[in-house]
C-alpha cells in the first residue's frame, strides 16, 4: 500500500494543488452565491430558480465545473489532513492513515462523478 | 563607542560526561547596543564562563557555523541582532539536532543527508579539454543561482516540522541542493538524482509548512525548491504514462 501511494503521490499532489486553487477562488464565491446572497434576496428574482440552475449544472460543462468544485477540495483535505497528521508526530501510523484518507477521497470522488453524471 | 547596558542571556548547557538531560544557566552580562547575539556568547565564553561550548567562525553569516534556537527561533546568531530582544535571551542548540555539548549539535546525520543527492554535475559523457568548455547561459545561470548560495546552516532543518518528524526526510537544503544540480543547464544527472529525491523521504514528503524559506539567512527558498521538484516530477510522471520506456 505504501509502495502504491509513493507511486501515485504527484497525481496526488496535482488533485492537492487543482483543489487548493479551486477551494481558495471557486468555492467561496460559490458559498457565497447560494449560501448567503441568494437566502438574503440580494440575487434577482429568478435569476436563480430552480430551472435555470438545473440547466446551468446540467450542461456538460457545467457538470465538469461541479465535479471540480465538489471532488478536488477533497483531495487537498485528505492530503493537508495526512501531512497535518505527520506534523503532529504521526509518522509511524501514516502507514494507516494516508491509504484510509485517500481511499475516502477516492469513494467521496466516486460518489460526486455518479451525482454529476445523473443530473 | 556603543552604549552598554545589562542583559541576561540564559543559556542551555548539558555535558554528556555528568547530565541526563539539558539544564539552563543564567548569565548577566554587560553588552553594547550594537552586539550580535553571538557577541554575548563569546563574551559568556572569554570573560564569565570558559567551559560554555558554541559552535562559530566567520562572523560574517558566511560559514553558517553559528546557528542556534534564539528565543525558541533557529536563528545565525552572527546575524540576529541582540537589540531585536528584551532584557532576557534564551538561547538553545538547534533544534532537530542530537546535542554533543551545550549549543553544539551533531553534523552527521545532516551531512549524510547531502550526499544522498549527489552534489555534483553528473554528466553522461565528459568532454574532452580538446573539445572547450561547457558553456552557460546567464539566464541558465539564473535559473539554478538562487539554490546554490546555501551556506549548510541548517536553521532550515531546526524549522522543519517534517524533519522532526520523519527520519527519512532528505530536509529543505538538501533538497534545493538537489534541485541546485537538476536545473544546471550543464548536468546530465537529474534521473539518477531523482531516484532518491523522489522515494520515500524526497520532495513528496514536505508538508508545506514554509517555515524554511522563513528562517532562510540567505534567501536561499528552499520551499520552493522542493515544489518545483514536485511539478518537474509531475511531469517526468506524466510522460512516462505516454512515452515509451526508456525513452527521453
Known amino acids: 500500500m505504501k509502495a502504491l501511494i509513493e507511486r501515485i503521490e504527484p497525481l496526488i499532489w496535482v488533485l492537492f494543488g487543482a483543489g487548493f486553487m479551486v477551494g481558495s477562488l471557486l468555492l467561496p464565491a460559490w458559498v457565497f452565491t447560494f449560501g448567503i446572497a441568494q437566502p438574503l434576496g440580494w440575487v434577482p428574482d429568478g435569476a436563480l430558480a430552480f430551472e435555470r440552475a438545473h440547466a446551468l449544472a446540467a450542461n456538460p460543462l457545467g457538470k465538469l465545473l461541479l465535479l ?3 471532488a478536488l477540495p477533497i483531495w487537498n483535505a485528505a492530503n493537508h489532513l495526512r501531512h497535518f497528521s505527520i506534523d503532529l508526530g504521526g509518522y509511524e501510523r501514516d502507514g494507516a492513515v494516508a491509504p484510509l484518507l485517500y481511499a475516502g477521497a477516492l469513494v467521496l470522488s466516486v460518489v460526486a462523478i455518479v451525482a454529476v453524471i445523473g443530473l | 563607542m556603543s552604549e552598554v547596558t545589562k542583559k541576561t542571556v540564559v543559556v542551555t548547557r548539558f555535558d554528556p560526561d555528568q547530565d541526563e538531560v539539558p539544564k539552563t544557566q543564567s548569565y548577566e552580562i554587560p553588552v553594547q547596543s550594537d552586539w550580535k547575539v553571538l557577541d554575548a556568547l563569546n563574551y559568556i565564553k572569554d570573560e564569565v ?8 567562525s566567520c562572523r560574517m553569516a558566511v560559514c553558517g557555523s553559528c546557528g542556534m534556537m534564539v528565543n525558541g527561533e533557529p536563528k545565525l546568531t ?3 541582532a541582540l537589540s531585536n530582544y528584551g532584557n532576557t535571551i534564551e538561547v538553545e542548540p538547534l533544534a532537530n539536532f542530537p546535542v554533543v555539548r551545550d549549543l553544539v549539535v551533531e553534523l552527521d546525520g545532516f551531512m549524510e543527508r547531502f550526499k544522498k543527492v549527489k552534489p555534483w554535475i553528473i554528466r553522461a559523457k565528459e568532454l574532452a579539454v580538446e573539445e572547450g568548455a561547457t558553456r552557460q547561459s546567464p539566464q541558465e545561470l539564473a535559473d539554478f543561482k538562487q539554490w546554490s548560495m546555501c551556506i549548510n546552516c541548517m536553521l532550515c532543518y531546526s524549522a ?3 524533519v522532526g518528524n520523519d527520519p527519512h526526510f532528505l530536509g529543505p537544503a538538501a533538497i534545493a541542493l538537489g534541485h541546485r544540480y537538476n536545473m544546471d543547464s550543464r548536468d ?3 534521473a539518477e538524482r531523482n531516484e532518491v ?3 520515500e523521504g524526497g520532495v513528496f514528503a514536505c508538508s508545506y509548512a514554509n517555515e524554511c524559506s522563513e528562517v532562510c539567512p540567505k534567501d536561499v527558498d ?3 525548491a522542493v515544489q518545483q521538484g514536485k511539478a518537474l516530477s509531475l511531469l517526468d510522471w506524466a510522460k512516462g504514462l505516454v512515452l515509451p520506456r526508456g525513452s527521453e
Open chain 1, 68 to 70: 471540480a468544485l465538489i
Open chain 2, 49 to 56: 564562563d570558559p567551559t560554555l561550548s558554541h559552535r562559530w
Open chain 2, 78 to 80: 552572527c546575524k540576529d
Open chain 2, 160 to 162: 522543519c516540522p517534517v
Open chain 2, 188 to 190: 546530465e544527472g537529474s
Open chain 2, 197 to 199: 529525491m523522489l522515494e
Open chain 2, 222 to 224: 528552499p520551499a520552493a
